[in-house]
T-cell receptor, first 116, second 112 residues
Framework: DTGVSQNPRHKITKRGQNVTFRCDPI?????LYWYRQTLGQGPEFLTY????????KSRLLSDRFSAERPKGSFSTLEIQRTEQGDSAMYLC??????????????FGEGSRLTVL | QQQVKQSPQSLIVQKGGISIINCAYE??????FPWYQQFPGKGPALLIA?????SEKKEGRFTISFNKSAKQFSLHIMDSQPGDSATYFC???????????FGGGTRVLVKP
């Protein structure tokens, strides 16, 4: 399967715990995006990387959130000291730059976080 | 803040009918307007997209109509099928990075 892969698919945690999500993009895609989606809403942009560089962060990304893409391949999104308001689906997407860039973002199936 | 307003929030249509979803945007700097389809438990997937220099684009049963002067664009699903039951999101892109901003979504239910 050559799509975007996210793990874990579901995570239930207690308030105050730290959680980490992993995203493996499509292999030739150099851009990687994190979005958050709450029930009944559209995805909200959190941050994106081009290769290993984090180029933009949303104001939604509080200091409890950190994202990395150390070698320009997979990425991790860590949430420290989770709060109930962090409960959401965390979506990862990837895209490619250059002549083959159609503007399309390819999304994974998401990691659902429930904070008790 | 939401810079694209999507309506309606939900829609019920009979099989074979036409589903119409509308989006209004504010900023003329946006250069790409895609529609994404999302099934429960899945990530969004690109359905069809248009650039502002084109007024209409059709792919199979799906058509985007774009009205630049009114700052509106819409998705028409012709001959709606039960398999089209999903949530549809309009979106726009502005600037570098392919970053998309999404509307609030329209949940479409096609009754057999």
């Amino acid at each position: 399967d050559t799509g975007v892969s996210q793990n874990p698919r579901h995570k239930i945690t207690k308030r105050g715990q730290n959680v980490t999500f992993r995203c493996d993009p499509i292999s030739e895609h150099n851009r990687l995006y994190w979005y958050r989606q709450t029930l009944g809403q559209g995805p909200e942009f959190l941050t994106y990387f081009q290769n290993e560089a984090q180029l933009e962060k949303s104001r939604l990304l509080s200091d409890r959130f950190s994202a990395e893409r150390p070698k320009g391949s997979f990425s991790t999104l860590e949430i420290q000291r989770t709060e109930q308001g962090d409960s959401a689906m965390y979506l990862c997407a990837s895209s490619i730059t250059g002549q083959t860039n159609t503007g399309e973002l390819f999304f994974g199936e998401g990691s659902r976080l429930t904070v008790l | 803040q939401q810079q694209v307003k999507q309506s309606p929030q939900s829609l019920i249509v009979q099989k074979g009918g036409i589903s119409i979803i509308n989006c209004a945007y504010e900023n003329t700097a946006f250069d790409y307007f895609p529609w994404y389809q999302q099934f429960p438990g899945k990530g969004p997937a690109l359905l069809i997209a248009i650039r502002p220099d084109v007024s209409e684009k059709k792919e199979g049963r799906f058509t985007i109509s774009f009205n630049k002067s009114a700052k509106q664009f819409s998705l028409h699903i012709m001959d709606s099928q039960p398999g089209d039951s999903a949530t549809y999101f309009c979106a726009y892109r502005r600037g570098a990075g392919n970053k998309l901003t999404f509307g609030g979504g329209t949940r479409v239910l096609v009754k057999p």
